[in-house]
């Protein structure tokens, strides 16, 4: 792996730090009255529900005006909205090295983009107010530090930088780390310090010494005993500190607590069809191929079934590359079946069904059953055109009769 895409593979994962977002470990949060009107923003957030967060949100700053966290909040639902649209949400690019530093189709919304920039500079300006006239308060350094975080998120993520993420990912660790060190028991801190520790601990020996010089330092193994420490004791990060173990699970190929933690999220954000597919990944990844197409066939049913926020996956691309995944773990008649589906589908697109004609034929030639190739393709050409379709499935029928 090359330099830039080792440095890049270890700055997405710093921007799960945000994406893990309901983390408001602030002590005032901590008071019941503040948290009972957070609580369904973020049930919100978690459930992919952000337009309804993203309300209560506002209504929360509303009530709350002097509190950095209701618009350092609606800055993060501004963004993972926009990674949502991107369908960048998905476990498998978390873990591909320099996905998220390589430049994307789609530009964010200026609009969405002026308004993320907005609300986070209000989040800053309230803390650095706070810390005006009490430089020691410890939330309001907590949300600083979160500012920073978030930052480093957005750079890696939507503006591809990954110098900008290390640069205020470093910022978002010493204002946590300086935390920890002064209070041992502000345990929402730990998550950030030890995702950092993870992060510049896990780098090979040959970039270590130039992230020393850098400045960056940390440890693989503190990372994670900080990560339990948020996990277990922390008052309103364990859910984030619990996904954000399971992404780094998977990362160190501990694939039976990566799925564990994948089951028991989805049994709380039921309508979080991201936590439901990442359980067939982990499933996939273990080799345990039969229960992971289960598993995506569940999804799919649900989401065939229009099922509450599972009818915001478009069925038919995603059973696409499903049906890719099941010719790869050796499930030939799984994939076709799923080829089939979207043939069958009346909401297919013409080019969905055309592109599952040709895949369904390469398929059949694949395992020499030359009459269902043939037949594939000659649907394809009773079709318009589309594309090179039309050439792709003469050139089929051809190798058919050889």
Known sequence: MSFSNRFSAVAQILSLAVLLCSNLAAQDLRQERFMSEAREAFQGIYSLDYQKAYDELLQLRQKHPQHPAPPLYLATVKWLAELFQRQNLDLDLFLAPGYFAEEGEREMPEKDREA?????????????TILEQNPGNKDARYFLGAYYGIRASFAITIDHSVKQAFDFGKKAYKQHHELVEEDPDYYDAYMSVGLY???????????????????????????????????????????????????????????????????????????????????????????????????????????????????????????????????????????????????????????????????????????????????????VLACENHGNSHDQARLGLERTRE
Request: aromatic fraction near 12%; hydrophobic fraction near 40%.
């Open 197 to 379: 520790e993870y992060i510049v601990g896990n780098l090979p020996w040959y970039i270590k010494w130039l992230a020393s010089i850098l400045g960056y330092s940390g440890s693989e193994k503190r990372g994670f005993e900080y990560l339990d420490t948020a996990k277990e004791k922390g008052a309103y990060v364990r859910d984030d500190a619990a996904v954000l173990q399971m992404v780094l699970f998977v990362r160190e190929k501990r694939y039976p607590e990566a799925l564990e933690i994948a089951r028991s999220m989805h049994g709380r954000y039921p309508r979080n069809f991201l936590l439901h597919i990442n359980q067939a990944q982990i499933l996939e990844m273990m080799e345990e191929y039969g229960r992971s197409v289960e598993v995506y066939r569940a999804v799919l049913q649900l989401a065939d079934q229009e099922q509450e926020n599972y009818d915001q996956l478009d069925a038919n691309p995603f059973r696409y590359k499903v049906a890719a995944k099941f010719e790869q773990m050796g499930k030939t008649q799984a994939a076709l079946r799923e080829l089939r589906a979207i043939i069958a589908d009346p909401r297919a697109t013409h080019s969905q069904r055309v592109t599952a004609h040709l895949y369904a034929g390469r398929l059949h030639e694949r395992y020499h059953r030359p009459r269902e190739a043939a037949s594939h393709y000659q649907a």
């Open 116 to 128: 993320f920039f907005r609300f986070l500079e209000e989040s800053r300006e309230k803390s650095q």
